[in-house]
């Protein structure tokens, strides 16, 4: 696993069983990524990597948002960072973003899939690949079916997905598309998506 090669970061003394959580989301989904990643401590013991469907024709400023609004460091992937646990990593517009078995990141600008570049589907493929069991996908709000792939591959692989509920999704068609592959393990109300990824990142081998 990524985790044991001589190449990646150390993790944390206090991690538990999660390397990885990858979120995705489309319309609505600033909103949903601020409440998520809001509710984080600073010492969150798995590195965060996210696909928003963007305007691929304008600059994102995703990432200096986020920053303003979480106390985890986001940054722009770019070719060939290194994943650091407690750090997010944020799709640029019209790139796909996978993950390498040896914990760097590779863009991409291949075809789209379902209609989107970056894909949440690549990204989850790439993330099951690399972590297995210790990965985490989390479907938020959006139109459109992306991310049903991908949430196949991590169950495949032993992971675990998170999609999030109707009553508290702007639109439901990408946790809704997920959910109906049988794959979701947890269905949850935007407010309980964050304590839901503490309880299972930091406090899994307590207790």
């Given at each position: ?68 609004r979480s106390p985890i460091s986001m940054q722009e992937a770019a070719n060939g960072d290194r994943i650091e646990y407690g750090r997010a990593y944020i799709a ?69 997905v998170i999609a999030q509920d109707q009553t508290s999704s702007e639109f439901f068609g990408m946790p809704q598309a997920a959910i109906a592959t049988g794959c ?24």
């Amino acid at each position: 696993m990524t985790i044991n090669s001589p190449h990646a970061t150390p993790k944390p003394a206090h991690a538990a069983h999660f390397d990885v959580v990858a979120l995705a989301s489309s319309a609505g989904g600033l909103n949903a990524l601020t409440q998520v990643l809001a509710g984080l401590p600073a010492d969150f013991s798995a590195a965060i990597l996210i696909v928003q469907h963007l305007d691929r024709r304008h600059r994102s400023l995703m990432a200096d948002i986020l920053n303003k609004r979480s106390p985890i460091s986001m940054q722009e992937a770019a070719n060939g960072d290194r994943i650091e646990y407690g750090r997010a990593y944020i799709a640029p517009p019209d790139n796909h973003v996978l993950v390498n078995g040896d914990g760097t990141l590779t863009l991409s600008h291949s075809e789209m899939v379902h209609f989107v570049r970056p894909s949440a589907d690549l990204l989850f493929e790439s993330v099951a690949a690399a972590y297995g069991n210790r990965a985490i996908a989390v479907v938020l709000t959006g139109t459109g079916k992306d991310a049903s792939m991908g949430v196949r591959a991590m169950k495949k692989k032993g992971g675990t997905v998170i999609a999030q509920d109707q009553t508290s999704s702007e639109f439901f068609g990408m946790p809704q598309a997920a959910i109906a592959t049988g794959c979701v393990d947890f269905v949850l109300p935007l407010e309980e998506i964050g304590p839901a990824l503490v309880t299972l990142v930091m406090e899994g081998d307590e207790g």
